[in-house]
């Protein structure tokens, strides 16, 4: 990242925070010492993760500028503000250091534990602190605001964190990667996400419902918000997520929805969505992390498959299986190349013995489908009919693999095809 991009990223960084801190202060609602959602939490996290450690001041700089001037906006004490940002920003960038120690990484199962260890540390550090001065000099409890920061803190991390780490990574598909099908079905998922949450959690559409029957209307976007991440991979199940976090807390937050009619109060409300959201995202994450190891085993199996075609091309050799019960034989390599047939050709044993020369045929038959006395066994030179008028000779290195009985359950070998002639009089050269 160049000077210019970085006189951009961070004042854009700066300005999330305090977008996402003036909307967590207006769901909130007044509040003493602790809000019951911080969703710039999640901010930090997330760019102290995509950043390199050398611009982490510059970061923190930032982040501290966006606190000062909330606090200014909403008229708040300057100098707790100050204590407010330290707290925060210096516990963020602390989880974050402590997750660099791992093998941390921005996919799978790595972000994940990273993702939750951050969080942890993060909420935790900054609810310990930032309730202990509230105690020593505020004379409020220390307990109940605690639990409520980290409360706030780590699902802000939860929802957040995951939409710019996703994104940051986002580079235009290629043709051939999803498919059309999975791509609109996944978009068909995420605005039944909106309508359905809409639906749920606007007090007006379900008023005529009783309170049990809302509550388990509450898992129908959960459903959908599976969907979303199953189709569209992380970056969508996160959007999901944050949308489905502006609906329900904007409803919540006005008193509409089943949690705000069963909360005694607004927080407990409030409280009682973030584990909902939380819920949500960390099955987002479940879904992501799964699918994306899925994906990496595919590509890695399809990579060393790959790899297994080409030095058999090269090497002009074909391995082969086959079930001696069924006679049916599967390859690998190009047949097409070495023996200018397609693989179905030479789909069974009757297939391969109708090429085989007819001096060689009852060599070859007895090769495969004897059964295995111990013996080793040496390579076999033989020839094929191939192609039309003419011969290519083979040389055939197998063996069998035996069942519990010692019966022979399958072979496997390869060919490699040694030269080919326009008459079958002449030898191998």
């Known amino acids: 990242m160049n000077l210019t991009n970085r006189a951009v990223t961070l004042p854009l960084w700066a300005i999330l925070y305090f977008v996402l801190g003036y909307f967590s202060h207006k769901f909130n609602g007044p509040f ?18 995509l950043a390199p450690m050398r611009r982490w001041l510059g970061l ?33 960038a602390l989880a974050v250091a402590v997750i660099h120690l791992t093998k941390f990484s921005l996919e799978g199962l790595a972000f994940l534990r990273g993702l939750l260890l951050a969080g942890v540390i993060a909420s935790v550090g900054g609810a ?7 105690w020593l000099f505020l004379d409020v409890p220390f307990w109940a605001t605690a639990k409520v920061w980290a409360a706030a803190d780590f699902v802000g991390v939860l929802i957040v964190t995951p ?25 068909a998922a995420l605005a039944c996400v909106l309508a359905t949450a809409a639906l749920v959690f606007d007090g007006t559409r379900i008023a005529q419902l009783s309170l049990g029957v809302a509550y388990a209307l509450t898992y129908i976007p959960l459903f959908f918000v599976a969907i979303v ?11 999901a997520v944050a949308l489905l976090t502006v609906l329900v807390l904007v409803n919540t937050a006005q008193g509409d929805g089943p949690f705000a009619e069963t909360a005694l109060y607004h927080g ?18 479940l879904i992501n992390t799964l699918r994306t190891a ?11 498959q790959n790899d297994v075609e080409l030095a058999l091309a090269a090497s002009g050799q074909l391995v082969y299986r ?108």
């Open 163 to 187: 939409v710019f780490a996703g994104w940051a990574r986002f580079r235009a598909a290629r043709s051939g990667g999803r498919q059309p099908g999975e791509f609109f079905f996944g978009l």
């Open 32 to 49: 003493t010492a602790a809000g019951y959602i911080w969703l710039p939490a999640g901010v930090t996290v997330a760019a102290f993760m």
């Open 268 to 285: 407990d409300s409030l409280l009682i969505a973030q584990l909902y959201l939380a819920v949500a995202a960390l099955l987002t994450l």
């Open 322 to 429: 086959l079930d001696p019960h069924s006679g049916r034989l599967r390859w690998s390599g190009s047949v097409e190349r070495a023996l200018g047939l397609h693989d179905s050709a030479l789909s069974t044993l009757d297939d391969v013995l109708a090429r085989v020369h007819p001096d060689d045929r009852a060599e070859v038959r007895r090769r495969w489908l004897r059964e295995c006395d111990g013996e080793t066994r040496g390579d076999l030179t033989f020839r094929l009919l191939l192609p039309a008028g003419a011969t290519t000779t083979i040389v055939d290195m197998s063996g069998p693999l035996l069942d519990g009985d010692d019966s022979v359950a399958l072979i496997a070998g390869a060919w490699r095809v040694i030269a080919s002639h326009d008459t079958e009089g002449r030898r191998a050269a």
């Open 229 to 239: 991440a199953l189709l569209l991979g992380g970056r969508g199940g996160s959007v």
């Open 294 to 304: 899925r994906e990496q085993t595919n590509a890695q199996a399809a990579a060393r």
């Open 60 to 92: 923190g700089l930032a982040f501290l500028v966006a606190q000062m001037l909330l606090g200014m906006v909403e008229g708040r004490d300057a100098f707790r503000m100050l204590l407010f940002s330290l707290d925060e920003i210096g516990f963020a």
């Open 128 to 134: 310990v602190i930032g309730a202990g001065w509230f």
